[in-house]
């Protein structure tokens, strides 16, 4: 499967930008959506997650209240809207797809069977 991020770019703090990311095949009941990200330096992690079934949201708490995920539309894509974002959002952006993830659970952990995106970078200015 094929994935094609966008939607990165230059902000400044308390700003928003909406990342999207199209498959190339169906992800409803197939794979768990999720979002990393990586700064420099650092390790990549978990950002933000939909379950197999669409009913399961996960974020890490770092985003909570500020960026919402949505997925498996019938176009067979997904987004990520960043809202007030931060200097400490700066980072490559990445689209995942788990498929080995539970039906109604989202997994933070990375794995091998999954499959990636390229990176789409958001940089915060402060």
């Known amino acids: 499967v094929q994935l094609q991020a966008s939607g990165g770019g230059l902000v400044q703090a308390g700003g928003s930008l909406r990342l999207s990311c199209v498959a190339s095949e169906r992800t409803f009941g197939i794979y768990a959506v999720r979002w990393f990200r990586q700064a420099p330096g650092k390790e990549r992690e978990f950002v933000a997650g939909?379950?197999?079934?669409?009913?399961?949201?996960a974020y890490t708490d770092s985003v909570k209240g500020r960026f919402t995920i949505s997925g498996h539309n019938d176009k067979n894509a997904a987004s990520l809207q960043m809202n007030s974002l931060q200097p400490e959002d700066t980072a490559a952006y990445y689209c995942?797809?788990?498929?080995?993830?539970?039906?109604?659970?989202?997994?933070?952990?990375?794995?091998?069977?999954?499959?990636w995106g390229q990176g789409t970078l958001v940089t915060v200015s402060s």
């Open positions: 939909i379950s197999k079934s669409g009913r399961k949201i």
């Open positions: 995942n797809l788990d498929p080995i993830a539970r039906w109604d659970s989202v997994s933070s952990r990375i794995g091998e069977r999954d499959y």
